[in-house]
């Protein structure tokens, strides 16, 4: 799971929401794992998986203010 394209996905995620890339890499796995159970096509699911990482920590950061 873990490539050159995943690496920089959850660079860039931790720069724009201002989180850890070690948080980032966490929810980045656990999401994956949830995503990919059963996936029959896994061509887009680094985009999906990134942009429920990206809508979660928003939503995070919003709860906590």
Do not use: C, F
């Not at 890499?25 to 061509?43: H, L, P």
Request: net charge positive; proline share 2%; hydrophobic share 35%.
């Amino acid at each position: 799971m873990v490539t050159r394209n995943v690496e920089e996905v959850i660079k860039q995620i931790a720069a724009a929401t201002n989180t850890p890339e070690e948080t980032v890499t966490q929810m980045y796995a656990q999401t994956w794992i949830e995503y990919s159970e059963g996936a029959r096509i896994t061509d887009y699911l680094t985009v999906l998986v990134a942009r429920r990482v990206r809508d979660n920590l928003r939503r995070r950061q919003q709860n906590s203010h």
